[in-house]
């Protein structure tokens, strides 16, 4: 079955700390993964997708087939992350959304 | 200028009662989303439109029914409320079908009593 699995519920590092968002999937197709990001008080919306290979607000993803993830990563944390991270999957006709993990960013 | 707008932005209720969540998107998209985010902040997609059409329907309890009444418009409709619907009801849209960027709405609060 496609699942998407956020093993943390809360990660909470210091600002300048390494950051570090899992996620594994599980998906016999050729997988299409996303991040989405919801901040305070805001609607939840799209942070980056693994087939950009892009650089958004520091994160970057690296789609791993062998271990099947896609892992958010940021070298130097800053407060205006603090947020909920959803991982995506997508499959024919559908996203599959993880459980999400919320960062806290502390001063 | 908001992209994708839901009313009620909260809605307080009875057990029992029949009611509905407006969602419209001013984006020129052709497909619309429901998700429903539990109180674990779990999202999981309920229906999706296209071009007015049901294309999901996700084993969601036929008291949910969703209305298209054009591309821009989906209307989720809820009868005899059940305190297990207490969610965030997230409507979004996308042009084309699922995995280009969705765009969500701010949300509706629902609270069964």
């Known amino acids: 079955a496609q699942r998407v699995t956020q093993p943390e519920k809360l990660l909470s590092v210091f600002k300048g700390a390494p950051v570090e968002l899992k996620c594994n999937y599980s998906?016999?197709?050729?997988?299409?993964l996303f991040w989405y990001v919801q901040y305070s008080r805001q609607r939840l919306q799209l942070l980056l997708r693994?087939?950009s290979r892009e650089s958004i607000k520091g994160f970057t993803a690296d789609l791993n087939k062998g271990e099947t993830s896609f892992h958010l990563k940021k070298p130097f944390a800053q407060e205006e992350d603090s947020a909920m991270y959803y991982c995506a999957l997508r499959i024919p006709g559908k996203l599959i959304f993880g459980q999400g993990t919320t960062l806290q960013v502390k001063p | 200028d908001t992209a994708v707008s839901q009313t009620p932005k909260y809605l307080v209720t009875q057990m029992g009662n029949d009611k509905s969540i407006k969602c419209e998107q001013n984006l020129g998209h052709d497909t619309m989303y429901w998700y429903k985010q539990d109180s674990k902040k779990f999202l999981k997609i309920m229906f999706s439109y296209n071009n007015k059409e049901l294309i999901i329907n996700e084993t969601v309890p036929n008291r949910f029914s969703p209305k298209s009444p054009d591309k821009a418009h989906l209307n989720l409709h809820i009868n005899s409320l059940e305190l297990g619907d207490s969610a965030v009801y997230f409507c979004?849209?996308?042009?084309?079908?699922?995995?280009?960027?969705?765009?969500f709405g701010d949300g509706t609060r629902l609270s069964i009593l």
């Open positions: 693994h087939i």
């Open positions: 998906y016999s197709g050729s997988p299409e």
């Open positions: 979004a849209s996308s042009q084309g079908m699922v995995g280009q960027p969705q765009h």
